[in-house]
Each structure stands twice: as C-alpha cells, then as structure tokens.
C-alpha cells in the first residue's frame, strides 16, 4: 500500500503533520480540532497557505464522509500526564482530549491506523487508567493498541525528552516496530547551523551576561570570561547541568558566597532569594533551577523555561526564534504566527520533528507489510531497553520469537 492519504486532529503548531508529510510522501487532506487550540493550530494551517481544509468539531463542523483519510495524527495537550505539571495524573481535566478524540476517530471516522504522542507517564503507572480507556473505545470499535516509549536523543535529536506513542490498529493484530538509536548533533552545533535569516530576534532580549547569577560566574568564579569563553570551556560531559545555579554549586560555591556578592554588586533584590535557597538546602530541600542555559551536547526536553534561558553558544545572547524552531526540527520556511515570547511556548508544546518521523516511517511500514505482526490486541513497547510487555508479561521480542 504505496498511495496512502493523512490527516490530523489536533495538530497545534505541526510536527507529527510534517513528519506524516515526510513518511507519505504528501501533505494531509485536512485538519480536525477543537476551538480550544486554534491559537496552536493557526502556524501549520498558515505554513500550508490555508489551502488544506481545517474543520473545527466543536462548532460542528467535520470532513465529508467520502473525503476520509487512512492515517490520523494527534498532539493532544499532554499536560494531564506529564509530572511537570501541576495536578498531573488520571484524572486530570485534559486528559478529556484524549478519550474525546479516539472516540471520534475511531468511532465515526474510522481510518485504518490512528496514531499520537503524550508525555512518558502515559506509558507509565500514572496513565494506566486513560490507557486502558483508550484501549477499551478502541476494542469496542475493531482496533488493536500499541505503545511505543522511546527518547527524542534516540531518534538523532539533542534533547533527552522521554515521550509515548500510542497507536491504534484496524483488524485483530499489533506490529513490533524497529528500535532506534541514532546519532544526534550536538546542541550547540545545530544552533549554529541555522542559516535562515527570517524571524531571527531572541526570544528574551536581555543579554545573559547580565543576568546576576551568570554574571556571578564569569566575573567571580571565572574572572572575567566572556560569555563565549566560558561556553567553549564546559566539559560535554557536565551537559545536563550547565544552568547557572547548577554550575555554581557544582564549583563549590555557596548561596551565602553568591548573596555576599549580589549585595556588593548592587542586586540587592537576589540577596535573599539566595539566602533562602541556602537555608533550602541545608535543611536537606530542593530548590528551583531556571537559570541562564549553555547549550552543550544535548539539553534537556525544550519545554518551559527553555526558550526564553537557553543561550547561543557564541554570541552574548538567548535564542532567537528560528533557533527554538530548529531545535524541534520545524523546516526552515516555516513561520510563526504573531511571533511573540507567548507565542514561543507554542513551539515546545509540540513533536521534534524527526521523533515523529521515525515513527510515522513505521507506521507506513506496517502498512506496507514489512513489519511483523502478532496475534496480540495490545503491546507496549521501550525503544531505550528493546522490551515487549503484552498485558502484565514482560518479555524481549527474542525471547518471543524462540
């Protein structure tokens, strides 16, 4: 089966719908959504000049019957069931779009695969209930299930953020999909390679070497380095905890050394914050960790604070736009709707890009039959430790096929 056609709902900014473009060889036959993420969606309708129908379902609106595709894509909000979140967990609120969406799918649209990604605890503990919701709306409509768990930095993406898969299967059985592990190029260097020069203004505008605890660094730790000095200095192996405040207590650096020094530099505001994150400590807490961010080898998953701290590796300066769009593998024409600081989160509320690939790829392999099927109505699978788990037994696919 070489011709086969695409949809999505939900899409927001678009990443599973460039990555289904990439594995189909197309671009969708429309767009499916609810009023609720028109703001997300606005930048993939706009990046396909508004010519692809968008149907938005809440205001009664949906694709003719006779205009259906044979793959769906889904980037429900994973904020339910990510531990990121405040309130995460079974019954969260937006886990609603979940169960909303694979009822309409599976129940009135019908393709023959239907496919989405969520946070890792989807895979985990916290999403067995909605798991086997969604597993239970797909029996009920003829659709076997599959999970597949798995690590952005293993599909050749600097981040290590953990995700879930979840697929849905038209007929009695489920596909063992290939592993992944490629290489990825390091976070600095694919900053630096980004060669458009549209939509190119940081994200913040303020210079991180006068952020106080960065300056605190490269003035008092450092003695004067400069923002390019100090970030071609940091061992790749430290990578993950190249954030100013990790960096100052990795140096041995004390929050009452760091209060002293805001007091005698004029930031008196910081004194005692840093004396709070000192008694925090000592008291065996844990403090907040938002500061300024090096890009070096891979960073962490691109969410949150990450777009308005995370530095160019050179220039004296955060992140620009285009640079946050590259990170998630967004093509070099696209362009964002209204760019704005608000807006930016639009593009971390999304898919890399080549995350999605990989498994769009699969699912057109499957329907291709060159992948095993087996006579199962559910698996879940780990991309990072190449398990099989069918109900409550675990096993290795070698194991399976002995």
């Known amino acids: 089966m070489t011709d086969i056609t695409h949809a999505s709902i939900v899409p927001l900014i678009g990443g599973e719908t460039i990555a289904s473009h990439r594995a189909f060889g197309k671009p969708p036959l429309h767009f499916m959504s609810y009023e609720a993420f028109a703001a997300n969606d606005k930048h993939i309708v706009n990046y396909y000049n508004n010519e692809i129908p968008y149907y938005v379902l809440d205001k009664g609106m949906s694709p003719p019957a006779n205009e259906r595709a044979d793959v769906v894509a889904s980037v429900c909000p994973c904020a339910g069931l990510s531990m990121m979140s405040h309130g995460y967990g079974d019954d969260n609120p937006n886990n609603q779009w979940l169960t909303e969406t694979t009822k309409y799918i599976l129940g009135d649209y019908k393709p023959k695969v239907y496919w989405g990604e969520n946070a890792p605890g989807f895979a985990g503990k916290i999403g067995t209930n909605i798991r086997n919701e969604m597993r239970q709306i797909g029996k009920d409509n003829g659709y076997t299930m599959s999970v597949y768990r798995t690590k952005s930095l293993l599909h050749g993406v600097p ?34 390679n980004v060669k ?16 106080p605890y960065y300056k605190y660094i490269l003035e008092e730790i ?140 699969e699912v057109l392999a499957v329907l291709n039959k060159e992948r095993i099927m087996v006579d199962k109505d559910y698996v879940l699978q780990y991309n990072g430790t190449k398990r099989l788990e069918y109900e409550t037994k675990i096993d290795t696919l070698e194991a399976y096929f002995s």
Not at 175 to 188: Q, V
Not at 200 to 209: A, D, F
Not at 237 to 263: C, N, P
């Open 222 to 361: 450092h003695g004067g380095r400069s923002h390019a000095e100090h970030s071609a200095a940091i061992d790749p192996t430290s990578a993950r905890g190249v954030d100013a405040f990790s960096y100052i207590e990795r140096s041995g650096h004390t929050y009452l050394q760091v209060a002293k020094w805001m007091e005698a530099n004029g930031f008196e505001r910081e004194v005692e914050k840093c004396l709070y994150k000192n008694e925090k400590l000592a008291n065996g807490g844990s403090i907040m960790r938002r500061g300024v961010i090096i890009p070096k080898d891979r960073i962490g998953a691109f969410v949150g604070h990450y777009p308005i701290m995370l530095t160019h590796p050179d220039e004296d300066r955060f992140i620009n736009y285009r640079e946050a769009m590259s990170i998630m593998g967004l093509p070099e024409d696209f362009e964002l709707v209204d760019a704005s600081p608000k807006v930016a989160n639009h593009i971390c509320q999304n898919v890399p890009v080549q995350t999605a690939t990989d498994m769009a790829t």
């Open 196 to 211: 458009s020069n549209f939509q190119t203004q940081p994200i913040c505008t303020k210079k991180p070497s006068d952020n």
């Open 159 to 192: 981040q290590v953020r953990e995700r879930s898969f979840y697929f849905f299967w038209e007929g009695t059985q489920v596909p063992i999909f290939n592993y992944f592990e490629r290489e990825y190029t390091p976070i600095e260097d694919l900053i630096r």
